[in-house]
């Protein structure tokens, strides 16, 4: 979508004309534009259809923002959504990416957390989707481990790497199912999910002049706790020290006091959500990625961009060996 095209869609949303469009970000699944209206300026999020990933983006994140601005939360307002045209219109938030400040993530992204989970005997809520990717038992997360693993398993690029992945997956999955019994593939009570931003972290939040705002909500919705909270972990766009995410944990667990079980719990699944992360940041190697975004197999730009992941890859999976005793004998 050019600024033109966003500029005229935005005037047949709003059903009026608009002063000018600009782009402002672009991420891997969509793209954002700057609407300057005579009223004030807004957000226009486009969500380009993917031949290989059918999940709805934009039903999933405007669902969540209405739910979300109904109940006062800091996330941005939704105005008006197009499902025929990939795209929506939200309130623009004037902030600075919350890296780049002296905001406190992790106290904000805690109590973001527990007011989120305020939420979840509202009438309203009982109608929001799953996640994009729900974990609710160990066995599920072994399924998502192997259908990560898949796409990567040809890659001679990360064919060691790969071989390290998967001995750790093995004694960690080994270890769930000691400390978890039957509860390691058990469906657990309905009322242990909770909601979840999926996407959560120091990457999708502004700092504003009345504090911490949350975006990026395309993935939202009920979620397993253990997987919500690992998520938000070990999320490499946070880039958590340990310290860090021992808060973190802290933090979220508290929003949870009445599911006695769950320290145990994500304890046992922590590993297994930590080796699924090692698999995604090496998407880059993916060919079907590859092929998506038109990138050129020996460009500079792609080669540098996989030598960042492999790295990160590499980093958790030493984190994780070292933190959960995964590391070769």
């Not at 699944?29 to 999940?55: H, V």
């Not at 941005?76 to 929506?88: D, F, G, L, M, S």
């Not at 998506?292 to 500079?300: H, N, P, S």
Request: aromatic fraction near 8%; glycine fraction near 6%.
């Amino acid at each position: 979508m050019t600024p033109d095209d966003s500029r005229a869609l935005a005037a047949t949303l709003l059903g009026r004309p608009v002063l000018a469009a600009r782009p402002v970000a672009r991420g891997g699944n969509n793209r954002i534009f700057a609407i300057e209206t005579e009223s004030g300026r807004l957000a226009l999020k486009s969500y380009p259809p993917q031949a290989e990933d059918r999940r709805d983006r934009l039903g999933q994140e405007w669902r969540a923002l209405s739910f979300l601005t109904r109940h006062g939360l800091p996330v941005p307002a939704p105005v008006v959504v197009a499902p025929e045209r990939h795209a929506a219109l939200y309130r623009w938030i004037e902030g600075r990416p919350a890296a780049e400040t002296d905001l406190d993530a992790i106290a904000d992204m805690g109590a973001f957390f527990a007011r989120l989970q305020g939420l979840r005997a509202d009438d309203g809520a009982a109608a929001l989707p799953a996640g994009s990717t729900p974990v609710f038992t160990a066995d599920q997360a072994l399924a998502q481990f192997e259908d990560r693993l898949a796409p990567l398993a040809g890659v001679a690029a990360v064919a060691d790497h790969l071989t390290a992945v998967r001995r750790a997956a093995a004694r960690a999955f080994e270890r769930a199912r000691d400390l978890l019994g039957s509860g390691f593939a058990t469906s657990p009570d309905p009322a242990r999910r909770v909601l979840s931003p999926s996407d959560f972290g120091r990457h999708n939040m502004l700092a504003t002049e009345t504090g911490a705002i949350f975006l990026d909500f395309e993935y939202f919705g009920w979620d397993g706790p253990e997987k919500a909270i690992a998520d938000a972990i070990l999320h490499p766009g946070s880039a958590f020290t340990a310290p860090d995410r021992d808060r973190l944990r802290t933090l979220m667990l508290a929003a949870l006091p009445d599911d006695r079980t769950l320290p145990a719990r994500l304890d046992a699944m922590l590993p297994l959500f930590g080796l699924i992360w090692c698999l995604i940041l090496l998407n880059e190697f993916r060919p079907d990625r590859m092929a998506r975004r038109g990138l050129a197999e020996g460009a500079a730009e792609t080669q540098a961009a996989r030598a960042r992941q492999l790295e990160k890859s590499h980093a958790l999976l030493s984190w994780l060996e070292d933190a959960y005793d995964l590391a070769p004998a």
